[in-house]
């Protein structure tokens, strides 16, 4: 319901037309497809590319079967580029650019660094006298970082700037 609600928005507090759908497939836990797109009127639009707009979206809508548009479409193979050119059927659509989502990590050993010294220095200390190293595991990509007590204690000498600060933390 969270399209029908910022459509509702778009439409009452920005006054803009728009045609809006997302929506998800779910299996259990596991989401099979998510996707949605969001169709703006701009105030050069004519009439007649409106009118295209309009019954494109009535060809997409019919070609998807079911009432949460556009999960059966991307369920059945549709790619969001596909859907794209049923909208903009005929309307001479230029691409701008096309990337392919990567699941790629972000973890370091500098990020888990940067996390214990927002820790108290006594929790850390604690911490290496009791497991005599630091160990993290990443919850995204699972890679294990292990710190030895030397090794924290030559981060910490070296370390400058406030590590809840992106700009200042220098680790």
């Given at each position: 319901d969270i399209d029908r609600d910022v459509g509702a928005y778009l439409a009452e507090s920005e006054q803009r037309s728009c045609a809006l759908a997302a929506a998800t497939s779910v299996e259990g836990i596991l989401c099979k497809a998510a996707g949605g797109y969001l169709v703006e009127k701009l105030p050069e639009c004519d009439d007649e590319t409106m009118g295209k707009v309009e019954q494109n979206l009535a060809t997409l809508v019919k070609k998807d079967g079911g009432d949460t548009l556009p999960t059966n479409l991307l369920l059945n193979g549709v790619s969001p580029y596909e859907?794209?050119?049923?909208?903009?059927?005929?309307?001479?659509?230029?691409?701008?650019?096309q990337i392919e989502p990567v699941a790629k990590c972000q973890c370091t050993e500098e990020r888990l660094f940067r996390a214990l010294?927002?820790?108290?220095?006594?929790?850390?200390?604690?911490?290496?006298?009791?497991?005599?190293?630091?160990?993290?595991?990443?919850?995204?990509?699972?890679?294990?970082?292990?710190m030895g007590?030397?090794?924290?204690?030559?981060?910490?000498?070296?370390?400058?700037?406030?590590?809840?600060?992106?700009?200042?933390a220098d680790v």
């Open positions: 859907i794209c050119e049923i909208i903009l059927d005929g309307l001479d659509m230029q691409p701008l650019q010294r927002l820790l108290p220095r006594a929790e850390v200390d604690e911490i290496l006298e009791k497991e005599d190293q630091i160990e993290a595991r990443c919850h995204f990509c699972g890679k294990v970082y292990r007590p030397e090794e924290v204690e030559a981060k910490f000498a070296q370390a400058k700037g406030d590590p809840s600060k992106d700009d200042e």
